[in-house]
C-alpha cells in the first residue's frame, strides 16, 4: 500500500477540505463554527472520496481568479470525531464513538528547540509523537516515538510568497491504515501551535 498527499483547500485546520492529489477527490472535510469560545470542530470522511466541483470566477478587484471548492452531495460522508475547545484548548474529543479529553489522547511530552510536542498511542498500539516546526518555517512531523523516529507523515505549511503552494499532509504507507487518527491528533496540534504564536 503506497502512502497518499492529501492538499488543503483552506490554509486553516479547523475550516477545509482536504483533497487527495492523486485522485483530486475529497477525502476529509472539517468544519468549525466561528465563535469565540466552546466552538465544536466536525471531521467528516468521504469513504468514497468525493469528487470536487471547480467554479472559478475572475476576482475584477485584483485581477486573479477565486477557485470556489463544493462537494457533490451525493457523495455523503460521515462523521468521524468531534473536538470540543474551550478558550483555544481542547478539552473533550468524541472519536468513533469514544470520549476522551486531549489530556488523556494526545499529552504534551515536553519541549524540542522552544517548540512543544504531542504523544498518542495509534491503533497498532505504537506509540506516536508530533514534532511541530520552529515557527512555522520547519515540517511539523509525525514520528515513532523510539530511537528510530521514523517519519510517518509530514505537514508542509503553505507558501503564500514563493511559489503559492497550498499547505499539504504527507503520509508515508505506514501510516495509511491509521489515517484517521492522523488527521484527528493533526488538527489539534495545528490548532494548538497557531494559538501559541498567535495565527489563527
Known sequence: MSGCTLRFERNSPLRTTLVDEATRRAKYRIETPVKVARSVTRITKFESPTPLHRDEEADSGCGKEQNKIETESHEAGYEIARIYWKWFSPNRIIF?????????SLPRCGKLKGTRSFIFTGPDGVQYRWALGA???DPSKLVTADEKKTVIAEFHHAQHYINKQKAKLEVQSAGIDMLDYIILTFVIVEQTRRERIGCI
Open 135 to 137: 515557527m512555522g518555517l
Open 96 to 104: 468513533n464513538g469514544k470520549v476522551t479529553t486531549r489530556r488523556e
